[in-house]
T-cell receptor, first 113, second 112 residues
Framework: GDSVTQMEGPVTLSEEAFLTINCTYT??????LFWYVQYPGEGLQLLLK?????DKGSNKGFEATYRKETTSFHLEKGSVQVSDSAVYFC????????????FGKGTMLLVSP | DVKVTQSSRYLVKRTGEKVFLECVQDMDHENMFWYRQDPGLGLRLIYF???????EKGDIPEGYSVSREKKERFSLILESASTNQTSMYLC???????????FGDGTRLSIL
């Protein structure tokens, strides 16, 4: 079945450091890809998405590019802030029928001042 | 903004009790979902519904049931709660498959 693999955390960075969180997927077709973020004590919020190969999703300084050839959707940010500390989930959804989201296990990011 | 509201943020119940978790969305979305979130396991889909009175099993439906009598409300039912159902439960909704899911803030359920 479809699956998403993302790097285990926690990822610990100092403020203004460069962030990469790796995400790869396995799917039988061509899914849409998403990054969700969960701040402490809250539900998940959509951070960015890409619906086809070579699309780049971006939001709040975060970026991810849909790479079909490597089946990847890595999350990057050039300069993290303490307020970016959260759990990040990579997810996919097939673009057909009553499809559902398949999530990775989540990566916790801790940013220190 | 879409609002997905879960009735309780924290809930403590006893083993064997019948437990109801309620979720309401205010944007007339057709599709609604229940997930549980556990450390190291991420989010796992329990049940979803794509219309009133319709339901589909997700990846881990055992020990749960659901009810969708009205479009805006999707209830998760633990028929006889057990300690291994202690978890964070998240409800979500979406309108169309090319739109993002919107999540509630979660219910942290403890079964003693």
């Amino acid at each position: 079945g479809d699956s998403v693999t993302q790097m285990e955390g926690p990822v610990t960075l100092s403020e203004e450091a460069f962030l990469t969180i790796n995400c790869t997927y396995t799917a039988t077709g061509y899914p849409s890809l998403f990054w969700y973020v969960q701040y402490p004590g809250e539900g998940l919020q959509l951070l960015l998405k890409a619906t086809k190969a070579d699309d780049k999703g971006s939001n709040k300084g975060f970026e991810a590019t849909y790479r079909k050839e490597t089946t990847s959707f890595h999350l990057e940010k050039g300069s993290v802030q303490v307020s970016d500390s959260a759990v990040y989930f990579c997810a996919l959804r097939m673009n057909s029928g009553y499809s559902t989201l398949t999530f990775g296990k989540g990566t916790m990011l801790l940013v220190s001042p | 903004d879409v609002k997905v509201t879960q009735s309780s943020r924290y809930l403590v119940k006893r083993t064997g009790e019948k437990v109801f978790l309620e979720c309401v969305q205010d944007m007339d979305h057709e599709n609604m979902f229940w997930y549980r979130q556990d450390p190291g396991l991420g989010l796992r889909l329990i049940y979803f519904s794509y219309d009133v009175k319709m339901k589909e099993k997700g990846d881990i439906p055992e020990g749960y049931s659901v009810s969708r009598e009205k479009k805006e409300r999707f209830s998760l039912i633990l028929e006889s709660a057990s300690t291994n159902q202690t978890s964070m439960y998240l409800c979500a909704s979406w309108a169309l498959s090319n739109q993002p899911q919107h999540f509630g803030d979660g219910t942290r359920l403890s079964i003693l």
